[in-house]
């Protein structure tokens, strides 16, 4: 098999051939560029490109390999290229997050943490992906770099803030990517992009060595060509960082391992459907997706979490106030800089009374108590992750219904509720005609495993996929 067709594969595909010496690291990680070179003009997911150091890292692992090295053959993501958002540190570039006013920051004199161990793991970096400034957004449509498309129809947006993420997978760039959530940034553009995402238990996996946004909300993860490739990341991501205050110290618990059984596992899953709010708030595609992984999980049961318009309007006054404080010091003397949009939003939450931010997170802490009181009964829930398709570029309002609302923030309705209390959710693509809508897989804090297991067998079943678009 040639690298250009692996390369419409999964990651652990293209890990298992370099094992078997079919073919070499550089000749996958050419093949990425290649493909890069060819398609990153109409769908723009790439910032940076780190051909140079891609190809001298691949260059080492096919000498390491033809040495007889062991260790290297065992290297779960083996010659495996990937790119990351652009929030990760990247040693010797600047840490745009997006924006225009980093481009005077001192380049990174280190990779960040998750860069190093998706390395150590055997995976090659080719570059920084595009985002929403500062991940505040969830399109995409970035003015300073211009916005991300849509690999399955340019003319529409890729959802974000992680879109650059999700598109480089959608379009076969790289079988994996790294992107970041604080209010629904993997799941919305995995949703849009038909691709694999999974955003961990908040605190699983450490963000040393990123761009953050609101630390009390933010996580970090992968999106994937499927439910293996995930949990491959997954694993060679964890362990904990003191470098990370919001990181908590549990063991390593491997969930690719896990998958052999993921049919038998998921078969003794209760699972219910997340009704309410996340059903009046989604367009009939987005009901028909969450239908089909029910009738092929064996799930009949409805289950409402209360308030959760309340738990959503909490973490938007956490976000507006975490963040503007962030960055206060710009929003003082460089506002012109900012994308109009994201400053207002800031400069909003400067403005917000802390009795109101504190109110917000009683209120949080409460929903958190309520949705887990589901897990009771429950081990798996199931909700859309976006109320629609990806809309066209420059789409203002979003009409779900009978209610109009404003697009951008209502993309991330149905995502937002979930990342606020920081839940693990795997979200998987389900086709309506020629474009997806995902669906989340939500469990208990720490049960990775379960999401996992129930994508895994979705996949095998069918029902959720993730094909590369059709751009050559």
Known sequence: MSAATLLNGPAHAMAAALRRRELSASALVEASLARIDATDGRVNAFTHRSADRAL????????????????????????????????????GIATLAGSKIERDAAPAVRDGLLVRRMEEAGAVLVGALNMDEYAYGFTTENSHEGPTRNPHDLSRISGGSSGGSAAAVAAGQVPLTLGSDTNGSIRVPSSLCGVFGLKPTFGRLPRSGSYPFVASLDHLGPFGRDACDLALAYDALQGFDAGDPGCVARPHEAAASTLDDA??????????????????????????????????????????????????????????????????????????????????????????????????QRVRHWFARQAARSFEDFDLLLAPATPCVAPAIGTEWLDLNGQRLPARPSLGLLAQPVSCIGLPVCTVPVWNGSLPVGVQLVAAPWREDRVLAAAQVLQAAGVARSPVAALA
Do not use: C, Y
Not at 56 to 78: E, F, I, K, N
Not at 337 to 353: C, I, K, N, Q, T
């Open 56 to 91: 001298a890292r691949a260059a080492a692992l096919d000498a390491l390999l033809a040495a007889g090295d062991a260790a290297t053959q065992a290297l779960p993501l083996l010659g495996v290229p990937f790119a990351v958002k652009n929030l990760f540190d990247i040693e």
């Open 263 to 360: 049919a038998r596992m998921t078969r003794k899953l209760r699972i219910g459907i997340l009704g309410g709010w996340f059903h009046d708030l989604a367009l009939p595609e987005a009901r028909s997706a969450v239908a089909a992984v029910a009738a092929a999980l064996g799930a009949t049961q409805r289950v409402e979490w209360p308030e959760v318009a309340r738990g959503r309007a909490a973490a938007f006054l956490i976000t507006n106030a975490e963040g503007a404080a962030l960055h206060l010091p710009d929003l003082k003397t460089r506002a012109q800089d900012f994308e109009p949009l994201s400053r207002d939003r800031f400069l909003a939450g400067a403005l917000l009374p802390a009795p109101w931010v504190q109110q917000a």
